[in-house]
């Protein structure tokens, strides 16, 4: 930069300087007329900084996080090379903070140098290559952002539970909450496999409404594969959620006095030979979904068996026990789960 050094230069201040009595467009035209290289165009700016719908209106009539918006496009104006910001997002709500800090970074891109200070560590974080801490008029410290988290920052995790509001994890309490879980699965899945050898022979392990359910589906015409997977299922669902297992039975036996939904799982068996992403599943499993939302009420009767992390753990175990052998049923089963929670039930995800 030479003797035309301030035509390269862009500042915005976090008080906004502008005409008050021009409107938005007219003050970056009267900034556009300050220079005399190319300029960017101001309505194409405006609509960068989401205030075309007040270009016409006067710069005193607007709001701090407008007139904020107004700064950052006049500062943008003259296309700088060196641009200083002070406090780009203030006066902003969440979506145009977030608009903002994207132009901000797009301007970067082009090569221009970006100045930037703030109070907001998000917004410092996000945006700045390097930081500088700068205390009683002296910088302090300079690192990257990485730097300044892996050098100052605590790990650990802040989670809201349900009902009890925040709660700070440190990253010992995170290791351990991780070991009990794993070790929880591990168990699970043990007693998982152990009951899916045990299902293999008789039917000694089911109650006899559960072995009626197994008889209807033979008489029904379903598959002997289908049968048996149902038995596992079964008997998997009696040892791992007791407390759930005969008004599963009950949800069973309503669902077979239904045909359509009879004749729905037949054809969603027949896929078992299908690739994953075959389209046909999508028609399937809307098809599947829709049945099952014509009786909410059996559905609403699923929903205390997602009380908890357990019993949702329980579920996934239970209901992909096959997954892994069958990757077309597990991509239907993804499939009408997607649209039972699109139609508001809390289905987990597993």
Same mark, same amino acid.
């Given at each position: 930069?030479?003797?035309?050094?301030?035509?390269?230069?862009?500042?915005?201040?976090?008080?906004?300087?502008?005409?008050?009595?021009?409107?938005?467009?007219?003050?970056?035209?009267?900034?556009?007329?300050?220079?005399?290289?190319?300029?960017?165009?101001?309505?194409?700016?405006?609509?960068?900084?989401?205030?075309?719908?007040?270009?016409?209106?006067?710069?005193?009539?607007?709001?701090?996080?407008?007139?904020?918006?107004?700064?950052?496009?006049?500062?943008?104006?003259?296309?700088?090379?060196?641009?200083?910001?002070?406090?780009?997002?203030?006066?902003?709500?969440?979506?145009?903070?977030?608009?903002?800090?994207?132009?901000?970074?797009?301007?970067?891109?082009?090569?221009?140098?970006?100045?930037?200070?703030?109070?907001?560590?998000?917004?410092?974080?996000?945006?700045?290559?390097?930081?500088?801490?700068?205390?009683?008029?002296?910088?302090?410290?300079?690192?990257?952002?990485?730097?300044?988290?892996?050098?100052?920052?605590?790990?650990?995790?802040?989670?809201?539970?349900?009902?009890?509001?925040?709660?700070?994890?440190?990253?010992?309490?995170?290791?351990?909450?991780?070991?009990?879980?794993?070790?929880?699965?591990?168990?699970?899945?043990?007693?998982?496999?152990?009951?899916?050898?045990?299902?293999?022979?008789?039917?000694?392990?089911?109650?006899?409404?559960?072995?009626?359910?197994?008889?209807?589906?033979?008489?029904?015409?379903?598959?002997?594969?289908?049968?048996?997977?149902?038995?596992?299922?079964?008997?998997?669902?009696?040892?791992?959620?007791?407390?759930?297992?005969?008004?599963?039975?009950? #949800?069973?036996?309503?669902?077979?006095?239904?045909?359509?939904?009879?004749?729905? #799982?037949?054809?969603?068996?027949?896929?078992?030979?299908?690739?994953? &992403? &075959?389209?046909?599943?999508?028609?399937?499993?809307?098809?599947?979904?829709?049945?099952?939302?014509?009786?909410?009420?059996?559905?609403?009767?699923?929903?205390?068996?997602?009380?908890?992390?357990?019993?949702?753990?329980?579920?996934?175990?239970?209901?992909?026990?096959?997954?892994?052998?069958?990757?077309?049923?597990?991509?239907?089963?993804?499939?009408?789960?997607?649209?039972?929670?699109?139609?508001?039930?809390?289905?987990?995800?597993?």
């Amino acid at each position: 930069m030479g003797a035309d050094y301030f035509e390269h230069v862009g500042v915005g201040f976090e008080l906004p300087a502008g005409f008050g009595r021009l409107t938005v467009r007219e003050n970056l035209a009267a900034f556009a007329s300050l220079y005399r290289g190319p300029v960017e165009d101001p309505d194409a700016l405006l609509e960068r900084v989401d205030l075309t719908d007040a270009a016409d209106r006067r710069a005193d009539e607007l709001s701090k996080g407008m007139r904020m918006r107004m700064n950052l496009a006049r500062s943008l104006i003259n296309r700088p090379e060196l641009l200083f910001l002070d406090e780009p997002t203030s006066g902003q709500d969440p979506v145009r903070s977030a608009l903002l800090r994207g132009l901000v970074r797009e301007t970067a891109q082009t090569g221009c140098t970006v100045f930037l200070t703030t109070h907001d560590m998000v917004t410092a974080d996000l945006l700045c290559d390097r930081l500088a801490f700068v205390t009683r008029g002296r910088i302090a410290a300079i690192d990257t952002p990485r730097g300044f988290n892996l050098g100052h920052g605590r790990p650990g995790l802040v989670a809201e539970i349900k009902g009890a509001g925040a709660r700070e994890l440190s990253m010992e309490s995170l290791t351990d909450v991780d070991r009990q879980l794993s070790d929880r699965i591990e168990a699970l899945i043990a007693r998982r496999d152990t009951l899916q050898r045990l299902a293999d022979g008789d039917r000694s392990l089911l109650p006899q409404r559960a072995c009626a359910i197994l008889d209807r589906l033979t008489d029904l015409g379903f598959r002997s594969d289908f049968v048996a997977t149902q038995r596992e299922g079964l008997v998997l669902a009696r040892a791992l959620a007791p407390e759930f297992f005969e008004g599963f039975v009950t #949800q069973l036996e309503h669902r077979l006095d239904d045909p359509e939904y009879v004749e729905l #799982q037949k054809r969603g068996w027949d896929a078992l030979s299908w690739d994953p &992403d &075959d389209p046909r599943l999508e028609e399937i499993a809307s098809a599947l979904a829709d049945n099952l939302l014509a009786d909410r009420v059996l559905m609403e009767a699923q929903a205390d068996f997602f009380s908890t992390p357990d019993a949702i753990t329980r579920y996934g175990l239970i209901n992909n026990h096959r997954a892994d052998q069958m990757p077309s049923m597990a991509r239907l089963t993804e499939l009408i789960e997607e649209r039972l929670r699109a139609a508001g039930f809390d289905i987990p995800h597993h």
